[in-house]
């Protein structure tokens, strides 16, 4: 199916690693230009080499004024996926103004910098552009443990959706990234959730990439402010 990528810019945060990794060697193979946003250089150092012509950001988008002079002049994009994201997982009465404080910092206020960023550059050129946020199952359900990693998420999908610019999420479960595989390992931790799926499975990356795609692409053009879940249907149980 074509996507009609080829020749768009396309900006991923969050590019190092895990999702946004995939998405970037996706939307490269899609033939878009694709800039790569990550803290950790040596991440985006191993992606060009995968990724001949991209271009890379190194900055943590926990800090706004380093963001801001990193995205300032960074040219027209008309594609933004907000992945970046961090999960400081506490017990609610044990939750700290540290773990608030950096939660919000990337997984709320660096969506809401970088989209005004992009969003204003489209604006002025009167084009029209694609932003979708990766966001989680768990800004629809409570999960143990995730209270402050579950609010800020669940503001994402309610991202005005501007004249000409398309605003959606994807809401995925439990993804079989490294890190995704690591953290779910135990089976008797992977049973309590895998008995709430109906299709008795985790994500896989391209189950996410795939959909992102779509988000993106001219395919979806009549879509925006959707959330769609990836999730084997944990959110319809």
């Known amino acids: 199916m074509e996507l009609g990528l080829t020749g768009r810019r396309a900006l991923v945060t969050g590019a190092g690693k895990g999702i946004g990794r995939s998405v970037v060697l996706a939307l490269h193979a899609a033939g878009a230009q694709v800039v790569a946003l990550s803290r950790t250089q040596a991440d985006l150092d191993s992606l060009a080499l995968e990724c001949p012509g991209m271009e890379s950001v190194c900055v943590d988008l926990g800090d706004w004024e380093a963001t801001e002079r990193a995205l300032g002049g960074i040219g027209h994009v008309d594609l933004l996926v907000n992945n970046a994201a961090v999960a400081v997982l506490q017990p609610f009465l044990e939750v700290t103004k540290e773990a608030c404080n950096k939660s ?4 709320l206020r660096a969506v809401i910098q970088v989209s005004q ?17 990766v966001s989680s199952q768990a800004s629809q359900r409570a999960l143990t443990n995730h209270s402050v990693y579950c609010d800020p998420m669940g503001t994402w999908p309610t991202l005005p959706c501007l004249t000409q610019i398309r605003v959606n999420a994807v809401n995925p479960t439990v993804v079989m990234t490294p890190m995704g595989r690591a953290n779910w390992s135990d089976p008797q931790k992977a049973k309590s959730m895998l008995d709430r799926i109906p299709l008795g499975q985790f994500a896989e990356v391209g189950h996410v990439v795939d959909s992102i795609l779509f988000l993106l692409s001219d395919r979806s053009s009549m879509t925006t402010g959707s959330t769609l879940p990836v999730d084997g249907g944990f959110l319809a149980t």
């Open 104 to 107: 919000f910092d990337v997984n």
């Open 117 to 133: 960023i992009v969003a204003r550059s489209l604006i002025a050129r009167g084009a029209p552009g694609a932003i979708v946020n």
